[in-house]
């Protein structure tokens, strides 16, 4: 009798070799993901700064520091520029642990106001209200005069702690009793969200709108 060829890809133990395979390959590729994700998302450190050493994720000390949003011919999209030292409440000397602390209460704050029953941050949160991932770097921050605050910082601030006084959009924010305190946590955990490199979300982010600045100069 003449021996049947059976087809390879018929043959259950080549099926059971390739599962094996391809099991053993994307354990070992979702591991070194994770290691690779893990580094990546580490919070720089006062050092990296003064060494310009560039990290997705810069340290609290990146709020002495001037922060821009700019196009990336290389990677297609806009990425965290950070320059020179700048002020920040009429500092720019913080240490780790009096930015970390800041930071610290910027967060606190932002989790028991629900900010994001309205706001997203880093892509988590609702879309009823404006994206808060960058929005230190929202150039509406830029005309702070109608505050009657001095600074970006300072304005920002003035605005939490009385957003239905201070309205900017129809949606009008809540008074939701922010301290001074909060306020000034919560600008300088916003301008160090606004540094880390989320690979250019939110999309088209800080385009100049003339509106409300045009609006206010015809009152």
Sequence with gaps: MSKRTVSV???NRFWMR????????SAVLLIWLTFDTLGQIQM?????L????????PGPTVINYN???????????????????EKFFGRDDYSEEEAGELLHIGKLASQVKNCMNCHTL???GAYYAPDLTKAWLDPKWDDVAFLGAATKEEGIA???MDPSG????QRAMPNLGITEKEAKGLVAFLKHMSSIDTNGFPRNFGKKDTTLREKRGNQ
Excluded: C
């Design 9 to 11: 890809w018929t043959d």
């Design 18 to 25: 390739s599962a094996g395979w391809v099991t053993g390959f």
């Design 44 to 48: 720089g450190n006062d050092n990296d």
């Design 50 to 57: 003064n060494n310009g050493v560039a990290k997705r994720v």
């Design 67 to 85: 922060i821009q949003y700019k196009f990336s011919e290389k990677r297609g999209h806009e990425v965290p520029l950070i320059g020179e030292k």
């Design 122 to 124: 880093l892509g988590n």
């Design 158 to 160: 003035k605005f939490l």
């Design 166 to 169: 201070n309205a900017m959009h």
